[in-house]
């Protein structure tokens, strides 16, 4: 028996023709092309699932083309909203083959979408899939199998008993960086975010030990490269932070992480996080609005950190650890002094990098509901749904002027002058802290 893990081919940018150009042939945004093409650690993990005597494949179709005159008895396919469209063309090709394989989709658009879904596939696995893939295995190998599983139908996934992802299956020269995943869940339930909604508000982790594994798993296959942790909140648990951080500093790596602003607080902390080796922390700032900041949770957790973003930013760069922030266009409250304002703040701050993008209805979030409402949702094609289209009515700017204002911030942050002031500061930072451990 045999089964494709598929990861569809991933777009950065759809429609937005003059930004696709500008990140296209723009040096400066390389880590950031790198770190959203990604591998599915979702497959290699349901691959770790899959019993021996079945054969597993792996492929990521933004690197290698799908073999579709090959023989397989289950196509199992990831895909986020951006990608489904994609999905759904695979599942056409295979189901005209002339032995169909019985077809099976996960991820966040299919768990969020999937009657639609289940108009393209045989299968749809709605929400965390590792307690129902091999139930679903079973039931395939006796010929019982349904149309969906459901995680709320499983206990809740424990993330100590998620086995290492089958990093063998992967082609080492497609990738360049590691993902890892450490912890599920957010606390905070921005009303843009998906990651509560799927994972839920309960912040679950992976041990100490069996992150440390998982690394040098990963390694084994994929040798020297560069650690990303895909936890969407890596630092919510504090009481775990010291322990994990002592184990990834005896696994002597360089590390990416995702935080919230939270982090900046406590410049002790920070000193830890970058023995560790934690080199780039990505947060999501997402407005420098106090009123579209509100907008996001019901709590104001994101208003309220507001005045102190200068400052956790500055704790956290004078660590020696560089910022990457995230930040959404198309709120409410923005106008076309907003791409100004985003572009000073950046530079200002010295961040090492900013991902910009626009506000996207997903399917499963607060967001879309809210905008429906006011009937703001764009009849856009899912395809669209890239970060960088636009896909709603914003009541001030029109389409073209948040994709102009998207193309000016870019250019305005990823350019040569900025790069050598940047690096200028981070020099200085690392001579400071270099000077600071002598005299300790
Ligand atoms: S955007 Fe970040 S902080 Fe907000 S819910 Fe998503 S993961 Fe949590």
């Known amino acids: 028996m045999r089964i494709a893990f598929i990861n569809p081919i991933f777009t950065l940018v759809s429609n937005n023709d003059a930004l696709k150009e500008f990140i296209k042939d723009s040096p400066f945004m390389y880590f950031y092309s790198q770190f959203w093409s990604g591998f599915s650690n979702g497959l290699l993990t349901l691959a770790a699932l899959t019993p021996d005597d079945i054969e597993s494949v792996y492929i990521d179709e933004s690197h290698e083309s799908i073999p579709f005159n090959e023989n397989f008895d289950i196509i199992a396919i990831t895909a986020t909203t951006q990608q489904i469209m994609r999905a759904y063309a695979i599942a056409e090709r295979f189901k005209n083959s002339p032995e169909p394989p019985c077809i099976v989709i996960g991820g966040s658009h299919a768990s969020f979408m999937s009657d639609e879904a289940s108009r393209h596939v045989d299968v749809v696995f709605i929400g965390e899939a590792e307690n129902s893939w091999p139930q679903f295995l079973r039931d395939f190998r006796n010929g019982t199998w349904k149309k969906k599983y459901e995680a709320k ?6 993330m100590t008993e998620v086995p290492i992802p089958r990093y063998e299956l992967l082609n ?9 995943q450490s912890s599920r869940g957010c606390p905070i339930n921005c009303e843009f975010c998906s990651a509560t909604k799927f994972f839920g508000r309960k912040y679950r982790i992976k041990t100490e030990e069996q992150v440390l594994r998982e690394i040098s798993e990963a390694r084994k296959h994929m040798k020297m490269k560069q650690i990303l942790f895909s936890d969407d ?3 919510c648990n504090k009481d775990r932070n010291e322990a994990l951080l002592g184990k990834l500093k005896e696994a002597d790596i360089s590390f990416v992480a995702q935080a919230d602003i939270t982090i900046g607080e406590n410049p002790d902390f920070l000193k830890v996080l970058k023995d560790s080796g934690c080199s780039i922390l990505f947060i999501g700032f997402e407005s420098l609005d106090p009123r579209n900041l509100g907008l996001m949770n019901s709590t104001n957790w994101k208003q309220e950190k507001l005045s102190r973003y200068s400052e956790y930013i500055k704790n956290i760069t004078e660590a020696g650890i560089g910022v990457y922030g995230a930040f959404i266009v198309g709120y409410d409250y923005d106008t076309n002094e907003t791409f100004n304002d985003l572009a000073n703040f950046v530079t200002d701050n010295y961040l090492s990098g900013a991902q910009i993008t626009v506000l996207t209805p997903l399917p499963g ?6 905008l429906r409402k006011s009937n703001r949702v764009l009849n856009t094609g899912w395809e669209n749904y890239t970060f960088f289209d636009v896909n709603i009515n914003h009541p001030i700017l029109s389409r073209k002027e948040i994709e102009q204002g998207l193309l000016k911030t870019y250019k305005a942050i990823y350019n040569q002058e900025y790069l050598n002031r940047k690096n200028q500061y981070y020099h200085q930072v690392f001579l400071r802290n270099l000077e600071g451990a002598k005299n300790e």
């Open 153 to 158: 139908d499983f206990p809740i996934v424990n």
């Open 172 to 180: 080492p020269d497609h990738f360049n960086m590691i993902w890892i």
């Open 233 to 235: 909140n890596m630092f």
């Open 365 to 370: 979030t607060d967001l879309r509901e809210r």
